[in-house]
Structure formats: C-alpha cells, structure tokens
C-alpha cells in the first residue's frame, strides 16, 4: 500500500486522533509525510500529535472548514493522507508572510538541497488566511526555485463561520502569519495538476483603473468609483450590489485565461476590497455559476485522459464552494466527483487557493500523483 486516508468524524479529539491513527498505522509502515486537515478548535492538539506519533515523517496541516476525504467529510473530526513509499520529502516555513517572507528564502533552499533530485517534485504549501500574504509568498517561491522546474500549490487555511480563526501547522508547531511548505518528489511518476471553476463569464467587462495592489482594494473601475460602476451597469441600488456580488466573483482575465477573485467586502468610500490582488488596468469579467456537471464532467475527462492510473491526491476546494455546493445539496456529488477519477484522497477548504504564481478564489485544485 503506498498511500492511505485518516478519517473521524469523532467530537472528540482523543478519539477523532486514535481512530484516524490506527487506519493509517494499520499497514505497518511508517509514513513518509503526512498531511491533515481539523477544524480550529482541536487543531494545535492534532498538530503536537501528529509528530510525537510519526516523528520520522514530515507532519504538515492546516485547518478546514470541512474535512473532505475518499471516505467521508465532516465540519468535525479529523482527516489525513499519510504516503508510505515512492516519495521523497522536505519542509521549511516562510515567516512574516504579510510583510517581508523574502527574508526566509533560505528555507526553501535548504529543503531543495535535502532532495536527491527535484525532477517530478512539486513545493505543497499552506498559508495562514486574512493576511494578503499569499502573493508575497508565491514570489518568494518563484525566486526560491528560479531554473528549477517545481510546481507551487496550496490553499489559505480555513475556519468555521463561528470563529474565523485558522493556523497551519508543521511537524508539531502551529503558526499564523506563516506559510507552511513541503516538498514532495515523486520517485514513482509524474505529478499532475488540474484547475476547475463553476462559474462562466457574464457580458459585464470592466478595467481596474486605480487599484491598491497590496491592501487588495479597487477604487475604480473605468475611471470611476467601483461601487457606482457596478451598481450602473447591473441597475442594483443601496445594499443590493453586495449580496449580488456575494455570488457574482470577478474574473481576472489572463492570456485568454480566467482567474476567480472573489468580494471581500464594499467600503464606505465606494471602494471594494477581494481576497486577491487585482493589479491596475487588468480587464475584469463579473461571472455567474455555470452547470456544475458540466464543469465537473469536462474536468474528470482532462483527468482520465492525463492520469489513466492515479495513485492518490490532494484536493484543494475554496470554503465558498464547499457552501455553495451545501446549500444546493450538491457537495455529495462533489465528493463522489473527486473519487470517480482519484480513488484516494484528502482535501482542505479554506480561503484561497494557490497555483503556479497565482493566488485564486471560488476554484478547485486537484494534485494527482501518479
């Protein structure tokens, strides 16, 4: 067996850490690399945990909004994807992620020299959420593997509506502020890294004309003030323009290319800040949800045609997704979508996702090994 899923549904958390530790001790080898996912409330004690349990292998988490697993989910519990054989793993963090994370490059090389080879290898990372830190941290990656060819993947970590708190966590230390990082090389095949939305274009276009790249605000758009652009072109009035674009995310438009950025809140000026950076005069696309089988069918078929015999994967969902499909009563057939085309895996929820050198929203991530 080289790789297995931890799953509990358990309140408790003694019991929740027992049932997911014995599934994944069951096969009698040790791990390589675990990774896990709780909810806020028992996640420092899953953290500490799992590394006195595998103090051999590299112990990387973050906390969800909901667990999701090949064999469960839960908004409780505890989920982990323990690898067995075939990899080959290292780690660091990168502090200070708001500010200045270019000051721990050194821990992004030191974790490549650790590796016989960075071919096959992709860097799996997780950031503390409501920092705007993740871009500062995705440059840093890129500068830390310049000529290098390691793909970056990752989500913001996540909460529960009660508490909106998140952490990350590495081989037994919690941290905030912090991005979290392991890297994995695939001594078995190749690594695969498929992207998914459920959302289409609108005909409402729209250029960010003056902009706060760092503080993630829009003051305009086409020369005049965001809020009243958009009111004006979608003929809302007073509070309506916020719940309409609570399910309406922008779509920062790329290369041909659409990357979800998705309302964090209407300021008293006008202004309107997101969850991503939206840099000045890019072209912004608002959009609407899409047939999600549709999405989800065009997707498993990238996936078969890529990946005949996957082993097992990570699977990155942004917490809006995860209520969007529970409120449509539709995260059943999400879930049963994933196993259709991975049999094993573990997935986290939470305020954003990472790919390449972007920082996205309102998207699905899966890292399938081979």
């Not at 409780?76 to 994370?101: K, N, Q, T, W």
């Not at 840099?279 to 089988?293: G, Q």
Request: overall charge negative; some cysteine; charged content about 20%.
């Amino acid at each position: 067996m080289r790789s297995a899923v931890g799953f509990s549904l358990k309140s408790k958390k003694e019991v929740a850490f027992e049932e997911v530790c014995a599934q994944i001790k069951s096969c009698g080898i040790e791990p390589k690399i675990v990774f896990f996912f709780s909810d806020y409330t028992n996640f420092s004690f899953f953290a500490e945990k799992m590394n006195d349990y595998f103090p051999l292998a590299v112990t990387i988490g973050s906390t969800s909004y909901i667990d999701f697993t090949s064999v469960g989910c839960s908004h409780f519990g505890l989920s982990a994807l323990a690898v067995y054989e075939g990899v080959e793993c290292s780690c660091g963090v990168l502090h200070e992620i708001d500010r200045h994370p270019l000051k721990y490059i050194d821990s992004i090389k030191r974790a490549v020299s650790e590796l016989s080879s960075t071919e096959n290898t992709c860097c799996i990372e997780f950031c503390s959420a409501f920092t705007n830190g993740e871009e500062l941290a995705l440059d840093t990656f890129q500068e830390g593997f310049e000529g290098l060819n390691i793909s970056v993947v990752g989500s913001s970590s996540g909460s529960s509506e009660e508490t909106f708190a998140t952490a990350v966590a590495l081989n037994g230390k919690v941290y905030k502020d912090s991005c979290v990082f392991a890297l994995v090389h695939n001594l078995n095949g190749r690594i695969f890294l498929f992207r998914e939305n459920v959302f289409k274009p609108t005909q409402y276009t729209f250029s960010a004309t003056d902009v706060d790249c760092e503080k993630r605000i829009v003051y305009e758009y086409d020369g005049k003030p965001a809020e009243e652009t958009l009111k004006g072109a979608l003929k809302l009035e007073g509070s309506e323009l916020h719940s309409y674009l609570a399910t309406h995310p922008m779509g920062r438009i790329i290369d041909g290319k659409i990357y979800i950025t998705e309302l964090n809140s209407i300021l008293d000026d006008g202004a309107i800040s997101y969850f991503g950076r939206i840099y000045s005069h890019t072209k912004m696309v608002l959009l609407e949800a899409d047939d999600f089988n549709t999405a989800w069918n065009q997707n498993s078929e990238k996936i078969r045609q890529t990946v005949p015999n996957p082993s097992f994967a990570l699977a990155i969902n942004c917490l809006s997704r995860s209520k969007l499909f529970e409120q449509q009563n539709k995260f059943d057939d999400f879930l049963n979508y994933v196993k259709r085309n991975v049999p094993i895996f573990v997935g986290v929820s939470g305020y954003g996702e990472q790919m390449g050198h972007g920082h996205l929203n309102q998207s699905f991530i899966l890292i399938v090994f081979e």
